[in-house]
């Protein structure tokens, strides 16, 4: 990639509180489809059509097959450079804070702390009947999969489209996004909301706010730098500017 601009670098650097967005691009690397390739991985269906409540009340078995492969995929998956660097940057700065919009786990896997996960995890399982929620890493036997205590359907723990984010998880990230000094958005499309208005919270402060993503989005207009790199790229180009910046 081209270098970074100096100036960002050092404002980075200096970040009393630095705060990251991340989205499906900074998965991509590892193999794992964003949401607008999808299609053609994932059965030829929309996200849009299995990851809703709507889909779930009308075909369980459905959305439960489509979540069995797409939790097969993350297995065989590994983090990339980008979740690594990641993770290296959050020993870097004096207050860290990374709130995800990816359900698969790769910022875990790579090292990284307190992810915030805006739209919960692949792993995760909830009854529908209220006995709760717990993780299930086996590979999936039966459809639908059904709560063991009292056998009614259990669900992914995750935010399908149309549902209300975890309050206490997003207004973590929002008083993060509201206390910090520079920021990074990463391989996201920016045109899912809520998670999104954390940009804009950032951007309402005046924060320094660097976007990486190979395509436009429509905050690439109005962030301080918008890198039109891929994540691994440019955080790795990052990591190597870090130590000579002052
Ligand atoms: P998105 O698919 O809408 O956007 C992905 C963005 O990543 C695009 O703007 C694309 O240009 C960019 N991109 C592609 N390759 C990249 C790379 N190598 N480096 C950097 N950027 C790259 O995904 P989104 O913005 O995360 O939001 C859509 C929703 O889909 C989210 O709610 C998320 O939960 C869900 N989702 C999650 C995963 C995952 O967990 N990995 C995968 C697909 C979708
Ligand atoms: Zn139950």
Known sequence: MKAWPKEAVKKLKAAHSLFVLTGAGVSA??????FRDAGGLWENVKPEDV???EAFARDPE???RWYDARRRRVLQAQPNAAHRVLAWLETQAPR???ATQNVDGLHQAAGSRGV???HGNLWLVRCTQGCGEWEDRHELADFPYRCPHCKALARP????FGEALDAGVFEKAEQEAMRADAALVIGTSSLVYPAAGLIDRLLERDAL???INPEKTPFSGIVTVSLREKAEDALEAL???WSFAP
């Open 29 to 34: 690397a590892s193999g794992i489809a964003t």
């Open 51 to 53: 990851a809703t409540p």
């Open 62 to 64: 459905r959305v439960w």
């Open 96 to 98: 860290f804070c990374l």
């Open 116 to 118: 915030l996960e805006l």
């Open 157 to 160: 723990g995750v935010v399908w």
């Open 209 to 211: 706010v660097v976007e």
């Open 239 to 241: 990591k190597k500017a």
